[in-house]
Structures are given as C-alpha cells and as structure tokens.
C-alpha cells in the first residue's frame, strides 16, 4: 500500500506540474479546449491571472516532490499530508466555483491518496507496536 501511495502522491505532483505549465504557458492555446464554457474572447484578458493561479500549482507540486524526498517518515507523512489538504481545497473550491470535473481530477485523487496514506501510517503502528 505504502508503494501506491508514493505513486498517486508522484501523479499528483505530475498533474500540478501540468497545470502550472498550462495556465502559465498554454492559457491561450489549449485554455479554449479545456474550458469550452468559458468565453473564448476573455482567454486574452485572464492569462495574467491564469499565470498567476499556475504559479500556485506549481508551488503544490514542489511541495509534493519534496515530500518524496524526506527520508523520516513521520516528517514526509506531515509534509505530505498538509500538501494533499491543499490540492483537496483548491480541487473542491475549483468544483464549487469552476467546473464539476475538478472534483474528479484533483480533489478525488487527494482524498483518496490521503486515506491511504492514513491506513499505511496506521498499519505501520499496529507491526511497530506489535
């Protein structure tokens, strides 16, 4: 469990790093395909904002990154957990006030990684206390 939990935390991290690099990046090019909602003439307007709200997931990435690379467990576990309960707002914020399918693409994914996170830590404690 331990092995796909680092994995979806790894995936996580790659999705932001996607989105950080289309909203700073490709607003423009790929936002109308993405959003087809969103009025094609206001791409031009918002890509200030758009690069803005990518830096932001870029920051969610590295943190996520630096949580694979934190040997003391109970310290990557803490890491880790505040970065998830970052992308699990934005992603339930970006459902409420954005697109229903952000509830699907970035907060399922965190809430499902965090609970496995839960029940690998609390397995380890059960062997450690056996």
């Not at 690379?69 to 803490?78: G, H, K, S, T, V």
């Not at 890491?79 to 459902?95: D, I, K, N």
Request: glycine content about 6%; charged content about 10%.
């Amino acid at each position: 469990m331990r092995l796909l939990t680092l994995a979806l935390i790894g995936l996580i991290a790659a999705l932001h790093l996607y989105i950080a690099y289309f909203e700073m990046f490709a607003w423009e090019t790929r936002g109308p395909a993405v959003f087809p909602d969103f009025p094609k003439a206001l791409f031009a307007d918002t890509v200030v904002l758009a690069a803005n709200q990518g830096l932001y997931n870029g920051f969610l990435a590295v943190g996520l990154i630096w949580s694979l690379f934190i040997a003391d467990r109970p310290w990557q576990n803490r890491v880790v957990t505040c970065f998830l309960v970052f992308v699990l707002v934005a992603g339930l914020y970006g459902a409420a006030t954005a697109s229903v399918r952000i509830l699907f693409v970035q907060a399922g994914p965190a809430l499902l990684t965090l609970i496995l996170l839960y029940l690998s830590k609390n397995k380890a404690d059960r062997q450690t206390a056996a």
